[in-house]
């Protein structure tokens, strides 16, 4: 709840005090902690949150009188809602600055007002300025949602306005669409990896093998690759000798590259960018011939057998479906839980003449809801570790641990 103090009021329009009397202990959290503030929303006078297109307000005055409209999801510090925070330049077809004519902060509801004079058919870009603007505990924005401040240009806060036909700046950064190729049952022993962008167009410049590399993933020894195309919505590339069957492949994009106006790649596509982006990685393999046996194990079905004293757990070969034989050593209680209501049950590990399952006896009996975990630790009889996410592709901690509900 907002609690509005009388020297609270005081501050705001009378500007009597220099230091923050709202300054709070990051560890309270009531007082909003540590947790960072952001710009909800924001819009124009004229048309409302949501809105970024100028309407004159006042026919009556050169120009297009108008006022952008700021709305914060905390209580701000009113002192630093001033003229030093904001930064508004024209973006087409001039490279002017606007000078706000006022600025005011209505801790009511959250909103800062920033009133000016601009010009039709012009667009418009304001940056809020990394550090400028903090909340009442003293936090700065935190535009790229990450929960730290991470300074200009990460910190940011862009928005573009404009009015009449005047095409805004670009300030989305571009993702990934698609990668190719990204399973573990490739036949073509030169497949060709490509990556796709949207919300581009990329920086063409940028597409090269030094942000585009492959490697193989047991030694990391580099594999040659030649450009086939470049164009502003993709990368295509082909290894310069064939790959070898059995063998798996690890794919790197560096997130340190931008599209055409120089926004950074969002790589792991959540809307941000943040200093520390990860780069895009990925893995594929080429099939077995008859010298190879990379093809993991997935499970095939659990099933909780008839008294709830026993759990058998069926193999297959990922993708394939084909018979495998498991490596029964990696049949342990660190590999392979089952867990009740009451919490987890004891199991002995018993193995039968089919050498694709086991057996998981349960030294008590099962109650309630039961949730089988296998790790991706389990493996076959050639080391292959578990796909529990059935990609071709195992061994992932976490993403290959299976788990379901018998």
């Known amino acids: 709840m907002k609690v509005i103090t009388a020297c609270m009021i005081a501050l705001i329009f009378l500007g009597c005090a220099e230091d923050n009397p709202f300054k709070a202990d ?3 959290q009531w007082e909003g902690g540590n947790e960072h503030p952001h ?5 124009t006078e004229s048309g409302g949150l949501g809105n970024y297109q100028f309407s004159d307000l006042d026919p009556e005055t050169n120009g297009i009188q108008d006022a952008v409209i700021l709305n914060f999801d905390k209580d701000i510090d009113p002192l630093t809602v001033t003229a030093a925070s904001f930064e508004m330049i024209e973006t087409s077809p001039g490279t002017g600055s606007i000078q706000f004519e006022s600025i005011s902060y209505y801790p009511e509801n959250g909103t800062a007002v920033l009133a000016g004079t601009f010009s039709d058919d ?15 505990t003293g936090n700065e924005l935190d535009p790229n949602h990450n ?6 240009p990460w910190d940011d806060r862009l928005i573009t306005f404009f009015a009449g036909s005047a095409e805004m700046q670009d300030i989305t950064p571009p993702y990934v669409f698609n990668n190719f190729p990204n399973v573990g049952n490739v036949g073509n022993l030169l497949a060709q990896p490509r990556v796709s962008f949207g919300d581009g167009p ?7 093998l030094s942000n585009f590399t492959m490697v193989k993933t047991a030694d990391l020894s580099p594999v040659d690759l030649q450009i086939l195309s470049v164009t502003p919505t993709g990368i295509t590339t082909v290894p310069a000798d064939s790959l070898s069957y059995g063998t798996r492949y690890t794919v790197r994009l560096s997130a340190q590259i931008a599209d055409s106006a120089g926004n950074y790649l969002d790589t792991n596509g959540d809307g941000y960018v943040w200093p520390n982006e990860p780069d895009l990685v990925w893995d594929f393999k080429i099939v077995d011939d008859s010298t190879t046996h990379s093809a993991p194990p997935a499970v095939d079905q659990a099933t909780l057998l008839t008294g709830n004293v026993c759990v058998r757990i069926e193999f297959e070969q990922s993708l394939t479906g084909d018979d495998v034989v498991m490596d029964s050593e990696t049949f342990i209680a660190a590999n392979i839980q089952v867990i009740d209501d009451k919490g987890s049950i004891p199991i002995n590990f018993e193995t039968s003449v089919n050498p694709s399952a086991v057996n998981c006896m349960l030294q008590r009996n099962a109650e309630g809801t039961v949730i089988l975990f296998v790790s991706y630790r389990v493996a076959d009889e050639y080391g292959n570790l578990l796909d529990g996410n059935h990609d071709g592709l195992g061994g992932n901690p976490e993403e290959d641990d299976w788990w379901g509900t018998l």
């Open 39 to 43: 710009i909800d929303m924001a819009g």
């Open 202 to 208: 990329m920086d063409v410049s940028q597409l090269t």
């Open 147 to 152: 929960a730290i401040y991470d300074g200009s």
């Open 26 to 28: 990051p560890e309270v």
């Open 122 to 136: 012009t667009a418009y870009l304001l940056t809020v300025t990394a550090g400028s603007i903090l909340d009442i």
